[in-house]
Nanobody
């Protein structure tokens, strides 16, 4: 299993990013997919999740009004767009897959990508 997260970078406050998560060995239609993030010195926290069918998504309160999670089955890639970025969004963002939906619990996710760093400058 290889989940590859990408799309992170340095963004100014108020900007947007579109993170991608690709799976080279499995289809995202077989699992729910989630995004988590971990800021320096803090615990990993749930950000969003999308169902196995791709027809339902679920967001943490901290991002729900400015984020969209989607999936492109032809590319077998899951996306997370975050708008109106804030310095507190700075973190390493991880994608992961789970048999459970919706789940905001990291231990219910079986496979994890390596993470992509998002830095929001003030």
């Amino acid at each position: 299993v290889q989940l590859q997260a990408s799309g992170g970078g340095l963004v100014q406050t108020g900007g947007s990013l579109n993170l991608s998560c690709a799976d080279s060995t499995r289809s995202f239609s077989d699992y729910a997919t989630g995004w988590f993030r971990q800021a320096p010195g803090k615990e990993r926290e749930f950000v969003s999740a999308i169902s196995r069918r791709g027809d339902s998504s679920y967001y943490a309160d901290s991002v729900k009004d400015r984020s969209t999670m989607s999936r492109d089955d032809a590319k077998n890639t899951v996306y997370l767009q975050i708008n109106s970025l804030k310095p507190e969004d700075t973190a390493v963002y991880y994608c992961a897959t789970s048999r459970f939906f919706p789940s905001r619990t990291a231990r219910q996710y079986d496979y994890w990508g390596q993470g992509t760093l998002v830095t929001v400058s003030s």
